[in-house]
């Protein structure tokens, strides 16, 4: 096992188990991991073209959402008129971060710190580390977020990782609560009648039971998201027509630093530990 530069040009890495089973991450572009291969085939979607435009946002891979999740729906910041407003999904998969390689666990650790561009949004000292575990068919996320601050720190946190699938209609999705939050609408709707529209485009917020799955029955490949609690809001999201569909782990919904709600507050000179999982399974 081992980490060595994969392209010089987009500062993209492998964390290669074998041959058959790595993945690229890119420290420079908020510490993304823009490609899975599990026995030989690729998990996740990612647009390579996009990619290397960097004014646009990232469309693909697993992009880490930190210190929000969504977006707030104030036009100033919670933290006062020093302070910039936090854009979607916050700053820290637009930034630089710095990595390691654990040789006793055979794991990649991913580290972000506060800077001069997070103090502009938000007035705190932290460590955000993130352990990425790779085993066959099998990927583990153990987030650490340390407060360095004198006072309390709100935090939300998420992933957001975009799946290849062969096509809408050949998904089955299961492990779902009867009813979801339509986040475009913002009304609670029926599960199922809302995945029924995943090929024109959902957005949806789920409380989930601390897992989320789905099959594609032309992949022959089911993917099980093991996302326990705080970690266990659930976002289903599709962007007709790429052929993909994001699956997503949140603490916390959108506007949570406003209306409180779910909002994880981490006490001085302590830390908040979040885990989650994602597996492959092969269908016959």
Known sequence: MLIKLSNKETGTFV???DQNNYFKFCPERG????SWVADGKEILYFDEKRFLDKTKSIRGGIPI???ICGNLNISSSVFGKNYLQLTQHGFARDLQWQYSFNENKKSLCLFLNESKKTKKYYPFDFELRIEVTLQINFLEFQISIYNK?????????GLHPYFNIS???NLEFFDNPLNCQNQEKNIISNTLDELNNINLGVDLLMYTSGRSSFRDKIF???VTLNHPYPFDLGVIWSDPPRRMICLEPWTSPRNSFVDGFRNIMIPSNDSKRLNTSIQIKSLK
């Open 15 to 17: 964390f290669q188990l």
């Open 31 to 34: 510490g993304v991991i823009t």
């Open 65 to 67: 959402l930190f210190p």
């Open 149 to 157: 601050t004198d006072i309390a720190m709100p935090i939300n946190f």
């Open 167 to 169: 096509d809408f209609k």
């Open 220 to 222: 022959k490949r089911e």
